[in-house]
């Protein structure tokens, strides 16, 4: 039996002079997450937001906060992310090695939220193995990070099995979020294999009714995923 597919708008592609509207909007949509988009112009080129956002949507949603930390040194920072009410808080792999990795997702846990990792398109799962039983998500970039509106890399979906995999072979069942590219079109051939968490950017922000945006895609998630 199969826990229906959330979605998790990010709202790097909302309206930011009218972002409480769009939270509105994809609230009621009943979104299962809101993702929220932090870059450095380190790890990626590009710039967005931080830690006054996080609060301050805390203050107006009761949905989960799911924060994809696209930023190095993600230690230095993560306390202020766990201060400011992140549900789920998630890093990338490739800026951490196998010890500090866990060191975070320990660190994560002791303050009562989520734990994630995340990896680029071209990063081997491998890294994945020794921490596949220690995360609450995984989440696997089906484009590389640093923008929304970009389209979804082919064979993500078989990354996506990879790792149902692997977890499956340690007896053990984290989220598999999917990031970047996903629309209607896209959303199918992941959730088919086993994807339960899927990240729309444009999909569902820039879209003229979010809400309906929102859930046609949970409809064609959930259908491909049974
Ligand atoms: C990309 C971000 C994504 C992005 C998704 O680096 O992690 O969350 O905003 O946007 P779309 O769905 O438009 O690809
Ligand atoms: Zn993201």
Known sequence: MFEPVKIA???????????????????????GFIHVDVMDGHFVNNLTMGVPIVKQ???????????????????????????????YVTVHAEVLDENQLCEIIDQIHQAGAKAGVSVKPSTSLEVLK?????????????????FSGQSYIEGSDERV??????????GVSP????????NVDTVGKVCAQGADVIVCGNAVCAASDPAAALQEIERIANAAQA
Not at 60 to 82: A, F, R, S
Not at 161 to 170: C, G, Y
């Open 9 to 31: 708008p990010s709202i790097l592609s909302a309206d930011f002079m009218n972002l409480a509207r769009d939270i509105e909007r994809i609230d009621k949509g009943g979104a």
């Open 57 to 87: 949507l805390k203050r107006v949603t009761n949905v989960p906060l799911d924060v994809h930390l696209m930023i190095d040194n993600p230690q230095k920072q993560l306390p202020w992310y766990l201060d400011a009410g992140a549900d």
């Open 175 to 182: 989220l598999i979020e999917v990031d970047g590219g996903m």
């Open 130 to 146: 020794p921490v596949v039983d220690r995360v609450d998500m995984v989440l696997i970039m089906s484009v590389e990070p640093g």
């Open 161 to 170: 099995a990879e790792v149902v995999l692997m977890a499956r072979e340690k």
